[in-house]
């Protein structure tokens, strides 16, 4: 019997596949760096897309994003 406060043997068992994703995570921080990249990259592109839609929609696409981006 587990003391009060204290996880029991179920408990520990259940959160133990999060600890060993965690491990294997924690030793390639590289790996997690380039997931957050693609991901921010695929993000953007949605967010992009989206943003042009509604500018579209208010009438208010007067020029690209590219084009916006290269005059700076």
């Given at each position: 019997?587990?003391?009060?406060?204290?996880?029991?043997?179920?408990?520990?068992?259940?959160?133990?596949?999060?600890?060993?994703?965690?491990?294997?995570?924690?030793?390639?921080?590289?790996?997690?760096?380039?997931?957050?990249?693609?991901?921010?990259?695929?993000?953007?592109?949605?967010?992009?897309?989206?943003?042009?839609?509604?500018?579209?929609?208010?009438?208010?696409?007067?020029?690209?994003?590219?084009?916006a981006l290269r005059e700076r």
């Open positions: 019997m587990a003391a009060e406060g204290l996880p029991s043997q179920a408990e520990l068992a259940l959160l133990e596949p999060f600890r060993e994703k965690h491990a294997h995570y924690s030793a390639r921080p590289d790996d997690v760096i380039d997931a957050l990249r693609v991901g921010t990259t695929r993000a953007n592109a949605v967010a992009e897309e989206t943003l042009a839609l509604a500018k579209a929609a208010m009438g208010q696409d007067y020029f690209s994003r590219s084009l």
